[in-house]
C-alpha cells in the first residue's frame, strides 16, 4: 500500500521530537490537486561562481548598471562577469553583519549594521558625510529618494533627489500608529513599510514638496519585526520574522501567519533571533524565502509557491546553509557564503557545495494503528533511479534507511540500498524484515552527489495486536 511519506518539516504530531523533516529537499506539489505533493526534489548544489581569497563574511551581492559588487569583510569589490577577477572599490569602517544595498541606476548606496552610509556612482566611493544623515537602521529606495529609518527613533527620512549624499534633517517623518522604535523599511508594491518593534504602518509617495511620505489611511498592521534583515519581497508579498518569532506574509495590507506551529516552536528555542536575515529567490517555478539564524546555526526556508517549509544544512555538519546574501545577476542566482568570501552559483544540476557533499534527509510521517504491533515486511521507496554517475563517488548511489520506534528519540542502525547506476532505470529501492512497531518514522539519508527525486512509498505490513 501507498504510505504518507513526503511533506514538509515538522508539520507532525509534535514540535519537539525529530519528526517529520525534510533537509535539502523540498516537494513538489500536483497542481491539479491543489497541495497533494507528488515528488520531493534535491535543493540546489553550490557552484563556485568567484573567490575573492578575502576569506571573510559575504555581507551583500547587488548590481549597478550591469556590473556585479559584493561586500565582502570591510571591503566594496566589482566582480567581473565570469567571476575570475574581484577589484577592491572602497573599505568600510565594519566588517561584519549583513550590509543594506540600494540604488538609483546611478549611485549605489550601502548602509552598514553600525549606521554608517556609503555611496558609489561608479567612480567615487566615499562615506556620507553630510552631518544632517541620521544614525540609521535600515534603507530603501522609492521614486527617487533613499529612505532611511534612525536607529532607537520612529523617525524615518529620505534624501535629496536622485541623490543619496545629500540629506536634509526636515525632511523626515514620524510613524506615529503606535510609540515603538522602528526596525526596517521595505519598498513593496509601490509603498513604503515600516516595521516596528511591535507594529508596522504602510505609507504612500503623496507628492508633498516638504517631505514625499503620507500614511496609506486605515492601515496598521498589529505584527512589528524582531530582525530587521528578515524583511524581504517577493511575488507581491512582503514577509519578516515578527516580535512573536513568527513569520508572517502579507498580501496586499493583510497579514499572515505562514511558519507552522512547529516551526515557530523550533525558532522560540533559539537563545538570539535578532540577529535573523533573509533573502527571496525564484528557480524552476518555486519561490522561496530563506531565513538564516545566525547565532542558532539554522536555516528555514519557505516555499511560497507550495506552502510548505524545509530545511538547508551545509557541510560537515547540519549547521545553517552557507547561503548568506543573493542576487539575479544575468542569467545566474548568485549567493555569498557567510564566512569564506566566495560567491557561488545555485545550480540545480550541482548536486554539491563547493565539491563537498550534501547531505539529504527525509524523515517521514508516523505510521501507527491504533497502538497496535505493526508488523513491517517491505518498504519499497521509488526513487528516479538510475542516476548514478561514470566514475568516483556516486557511481553506485546508495540510500541509507534507518528508522526511529519511540518518536525520534532514538534511531535504529542504518540500512543501505541502492538508488540504480546509471542507466538502471527500473532499478527499485527495497528493504526487507524490517521489524515491528506500534508507531515508527523512517528516515532516509542520501550524501552521494547525485540527482535525487523521490516519488512514493510503498509499505507491505500487517497489523498485530
Request: net charge negative.
Amino acid at each position: 500500500m501507498i504510505i504518507p511519506f513526503l511533506g514538509g518539516s515538522y508539520t507532525a504530531r509534535s514540535p519537539d521530537i525529530n519528526a517529520q523533516r525534510s533537509v535539502n529537499l523540498y516537494p513538489v506539489i500536483d497542481q491539479q490537486e491543489g497541495k497533494t505533493v507528488v515528488a520531493m526534489y534535491g535543493t540546489p548544489g553550490l557552484k563556485t561562481y568567484g573567490d575573492s581569497g578575502d576569506g571573510a563574511e559575504v555581507r551583500a551581492l547587488t548590481t549597478l548598471a550591469g556590473t556585479l559588487y559584493a561586500v565582502i569583510g570591510n571591503t566594496l569589490y566589482s566582480v567581473t562577469e565570469n567571476g575570475a577577477t574581484f577589484t577592491s572599490i572602497g573599505t568600510l569602517s565594519t566588517s561584519s553583519g549583513r550590509v543594506f544595498t540600494n540604488d538609483n541606476a546611478t549611485y549605489l548606496m550601502l548602509l552598514d549594521n553600525s549606521g554608517n552610509g556609503y555611496t558609489y556612482d561608479g567612480t567615487t566611493f566615499a562615506a556620507i558625510s553630510d552631518t544632517d544623515f541620521p544614525t540609521a537602521s535600515s534603507l530603501t529606495f522609492q521614486d527617487g529618494r533613499f529612505i532611511v529609518t534612525e536607529n532607537n527613533t520612529g523617525n524615518f527620512y529620505e534624501s535629496d533627489l536622485d541623490d543619496p549624499t545629500s540629506w536634509d534633517a526636515t525632511r523626515y517623518g514620524n510613524a506615529e500608529g503606535d510609540s515603538d522604535y522602528l526596525v526596517s523599511c521595505l519598498s513593496s508594491n509601490r509603498e513604503i513599510w515600516l516595521f516596528g518593534e511591535k507594529t508596522t504602518e504602510v505609507y504612500y509617495n503623496s507628492g508633498d514638496a516638504d517631505f514625499s511620505w503620507a500614511r496609506v489611511p486605515g492601515v496598521f498592521i498589529e505584527y512589528g519585526c524582531i530582525a530587521k534583515h528578515s524583511v524581504v519581497k517577493q511575488n507581491g508579498i512582503t514577509l519578516w520574522l515578527s516580535d512573536n518569532k513568527q513569520v508572517i506574509a502579507a498580501e496586499g495590507y493583510t497579514p499572515k501567519v505562514i511558519s507552522t506551529r512547529q516551526v515557530d516552536y523550533q525558532i522560540s528555542t533559539y537563545s538570539t533571533v535578532s540577529d535573523a536575515t533573509a533573502y527571496s529567490y525564484t528557480q524552476e517555478g518555486h519561490a522561496f524565502y530563506v531565513l538564516n539564524f545566525p547565532t542558532a546555526d539554522k536555516t528555514w526556508v519557505f516555499d511560497i509557491s507550495t506552502g510548505y517549509w524545509h530545511e538547508r544544512t551545509s557541510y560537515p555538519s547540519e549547521g545553517r546553509h552557507r547561503g548568506n546574501c543573493f542576487v539575479n545577476f544575468g542569467d545566474k542566482k548568485l549567493v555569498g557564503d557567510y564566512e569564506n568570501g566566495i560567491i557561488y552559483e545555485y545550480d540545480l544540476n550541482t548536486y554539491t557545495e563547493n565539491s563537498k557533499p550534501i547531505r539529504r534527509i527525509r524523515t517521514a510521517q508516523v505510521i501507527d494503528e491504533d497502538r497496535a504491533y505493526i508488523f513491517f515486511h517491505r518498504l519499497e521507496v521509488e526513487f528516479e533511479a538510475g542516476v548514478g554517475l561514470k566514475s568516483g563517488q556516486g557511481n553506485d548511489p546508495q540510500v541509507s534507511l534507518d528508522w526511529s520506534d519511540d518518536g525520534g528519540h532514538t534511531w535504529s542502525n542504518e540500512h543501505l540500498a541502492d538508488m540504480g547506476k546509471i542507466g538502471e532505470y527500473t532499478r527499485r529501492t527495497i528493504w526487507r524484515r524490517l521489524g515491528k512497531s506500534r508507531g515508527r518514522n523512517f528516515r532516509l539519508t542520501i550524501t552521494d552527489p547525485v540527482k535525487v527525486v523521490i516519488i512514493q512509498a510503498y509499505l507491505k505490513a500487517n497489523k498485530g495486536l
